[in-house]
């Protein structure tokens, strides 16, 4: 008993010790990951700095950030970066076509309309079985990849252009990144209305 109260009283001195030298407690708030400041045309983005530029090449791209797996996961996220002229063909085409991008089956998709300072952002969730590009492009060549979700961002600056923000991967990958997504163009989910296609 003496040896058990000897335990419990050093374990009681090293939390204390934890806590003195400035470990986080579970009443204390998670510090946001650190970010990285990113310049795309008249897109400044504050990135995550645990997401990393892709080596994957793609003319139609501003730039492709790898997304690192959420636990559980085998496969990282990816982020692809685009912009048009003439905004790209519309916000409620491109919604429906990333939309399309998943079976019909066991999909499920949300649409909200945000804000982001002096700018508007539509963003699309979908879930359910990817149709994933394999291939060049050009080839329009799939698989389906079931477990997938995605994040689809249209940001229109005050400027009036339009880049479209693409998120993709295993479901809990996206969705643990689903806030750093809106906080890297300045937006976040609370304020958000709902969207009809």
């Given at each position: 008993m003496r040896a058990l109260q000897c335990l419990c009283l050093v374990s009681a001195v090293m939390l204390g010790g934890s806590a003195v030298q400035g470990t986080a407690t579970a009443d204390e708030p998670?510090?946001?990951?650190?970010?990285?400041?990113?310049?795309?045309?008249?897109?400044?983005?504050?990135?995550?700095?645990?997401?990393?530029?892709?080596?994957?090449?793609n003319s139609m791209r501003l730039a492709t950030y790898d997304i690192p797996a959420a636990a559980g996961d085998k496969e990282k996220g990816e982020l692809a970066?685009?912009?048009?002229?003439?905004?790209?063909?519309?916000?409620?085409?491109?919604?429906?076509?990333?939309i399309g991008q998943f079976s019909p089956e066991g999909?499920?998709?949300?649409?909200?309309?945000?804000?982001?300072?002096?700018?508007?952002?539509?963003?699309?969730?979908?879930?359910?079985?990817?149709?994933?590009?394999?291939?060049?492009?050009?080839?329009?060549?799939?698989?389906?990849a079931?477990?997938?979700?995605?994040?689809?961002?249209?940001l229109v600056l005050k400027n009036e252009e339009v880049y479209f923000l693409k998120l993709?991967?295993?479901?809990?990958?996206?969705?643990a990144q689903a806030e750093a997504m809106r906080e890297a163009v300045g937006g976040k989910s609370e304020g958000e209305t709902d969207y009809e296609l």
């Open positions: 998670a510090k946001s990951a650190e970010k990285v400041s990113v310049k795309l045309k008249d897109l400044t983005l504050a990135l995550p700095k645990t997401w990393s530029a892709s080596d994957v090449k970066i685009s912009t048009f002229p003439g905004g790209g063909g519309g916000i409620e085409p491109n919604l429906t076509r990333w999909r499920k998709s949300l649409v909200k309309k945000g804000a982001a300072g002096e700018n508007e952002y539509f963003i699309v969730d979908i879930t359910g079985t990817f149709q994933k590009s394999v291939g060049p492009p050009i080839l329009r060549k799939t698989e389906p079931p477990g997938y979700r995605m994040l689809g961002m249209i993709t991967g295993p479901d809990a990958t996206v969705k």
